[in-house]
């Protein structure tokens, strides 16, 4: 049987582009015992996978040349050789970008849908709000009337770690590239203050006006100067949550800038580098938590969703260019 | 009652030199009822001091202008008009620079010698030994095997840092800046190896052939291009103890180098920033565990004692050049 895939055709330099992709119709093999074929339903599409696009070892493993990119997957089971699952299941797995594909059953799970849209497994109930949720509580560890400043606030991880700021009794300030996600994490998010950092000339200086008594957590999705304004203004004993540094991502170079290591010294400051898989054992914890909330209409989600199995690669790059509201899916 | 003491004359602007410091006579007031009249001993001169000479808030108190230095000084009760405290009685406290002064008991900690030498108060069992103590056992968790990479390694805080990775069982790599203090580490502290950065050409390659595991800790006292070096051959999970940035301090601009973040982040790396006090409520289980492995030898301690309290601003500007081998200390 035939499908399409979508490989890694050249490693990029700098940004990518939609020339490091390429599509493919592929023959799949037949179902062994204890494999299923899957029909993709939503794909994930996640800042981290432009790391696992570059050459070298990594802590993640690197994509390789010609081989499908793979992600977080909800797919539809249309035949199965496994006792687990059977045609009709809904399953979420690290899946490659193919029309269809066969998986074993190991590393699979399903799911019984118990909140409002499927896509929330892809989402705030899966590596995304797993990531905002231990790298907050673990990490951040807000207490009731500090200060939590968000960077990348309108991204997927960023909606969420500032809802379960505010849960936490914190005031939340964010951090966003355009004066539409402003007002959708102020109205929509409950963020106390939103800046807008393209339009903004002093950061810094912003910074401390929104926060009269200094940052005490800063959750940093983002990197380079945009943190820098923040560090300037964090608390003695104050906590670094380092998630992301997207505005890095795609350097040639090794970036400068100011060296920290002096004022997080003298301000006793703890800076956490994390990935998710570091919290794996606390896993069901962190669901339990998120979907009671959820449930009860206090954290909510908000998805940019493309439509057409081909876009995959052109959502990808969208990312970087911050076209995408909290979590960028792909529809089949 | 005539006595003489050293005042900050003026802010240094980068460097401090001797024209920042004053000396001059002063009258002394007459003893009220919870003072003592103090003759100093030995006088503690540490990398610390030149933050408190800069201007604007910090978490330590500012050194006022015109007014004396302040620092850990070791002294003998003349006159006493404490219940605490009688004449002859040796104390420790946080006095300013001056060759006799009035103090009130509080804050005083009186001294009965249990080891080779008094001023071993003012180091390996005082803040020079808590600070490594505290910074290397809670930041930096050294597990046997481990690799520990200390910068400063030959500077008064480095020497205990490095032999206390070793009762851990521990591999130690120092980083110092003559050969003098890669062979005095190596042949009287237990060092495993160490680097003279002054001579070294690559200091990253060196690092990564010294630490062919990786490195699982750095202690840092220096900061600057040094750092930067050892965080490239981290490993995942290390931690960084954030304990002096000596390099820097006399910077007049932001100093600027390549942006750590990508790279804690990736590797999950915890950096954090300390200064005692945090640890304060420790402080005896430090001292206790201190005052035992430097009464049963395995831990040395090394000072350069300068004479004269007219010395006290020169060895203070030593610091900054080098000249010490481990604890400076002014014997008046």
Chains 1, 2 share one sequence.
């Not at 997957?73 to 899946?95: P, R």
């Not at 959750?219 to 004993?237: Q, R, W």
Request: a neutral charge; one cysteine or more.
């Amino acid at each position: 049987m035939k499908t399409k895939q979508i490989v890694l055709a050249s490693r990029p330099n700098g940004i990518p582009t939609l020339n490091d992709f390429r599509s493919e119709n592929i023959e799949l093999n037949d179902l062994k015992k204890g494999e299923v074929l899957l029909k993709g339903l939503y794909y994930s599409v996640d800042p981290y996978m432009r790391g696992r696009m570059n050459e070298g070892k990594s802590y993640v493993p690197q994509f390789e040349l010609d081989q499908p990119i793979e992600g977080g997957v909800l797919a539809t089971v249309v035949e199965s050789k496994s006792d687990l699952f059977k045609t009709g299941d809904t399953v979420l797995g690290a899946l490659p970008w193919s029309e269809q594909m066969i998986a074993s059953e190991k590393g699979l799970q399903k799911i019984e849908s118990t909140v409002e849209s499927l896509t929330y497994y892809l989402g705030i109930l899966g590596m995304t709000g797993l990531t905002a949720y231990f790298g907050l509580m673990q990490i951040g560890k807000p207490k009731a009337g500090e200060t939590v400043v968000v960077s990348g606030a309108a991204g997927a991880v960023g909606i969420v770690v500032g809802q379960l700021a505010k849960i936490q009794g914190a005031r939340v300030i964010g951090i966003a590239g355009s004066d539409e996600k402003v007002k959708m994490l102020k109205e929509e998010f409950g963020y106390d203050e939103v800046v807008n950092y393209k339009t903004n000339t002093n950061m810094k200086s912003t910074i401390a006006k929104l926060c009269p008594n200094g940052v005490d957590v800063y959750f940093d999705n983002v990197g380079g100067s945009i943190s820098d304004a923040v560090i300037e203004n964090l608390n003695f004993h104050s906590r670094i949550a380092l998630c992301g540094q997207i505005s890095l991502y795609n350097s040639t170079e090794i970036p400068m800038g100011p060296r920290i290591q002096p004022m997080l010294l003298t301000r006793s400051v703890l800076m956490q580098g994390f990935i998710i898989n570091n919290f794996q054992k606390d896993f069901p914890e962190g669901i339990a938590h998120l979907s009671k909330w959820v449930n009860e209409g206090k954290l909510k989600f908000t998805e940019t969703i493309v439509e057409g199995f081909d876009q995959l690669p052109t959502a990808l790059l969208g990312l970087f260019k911050g076209e995408n509201n909290g979590k960028m899916i792909v529809k089949r």
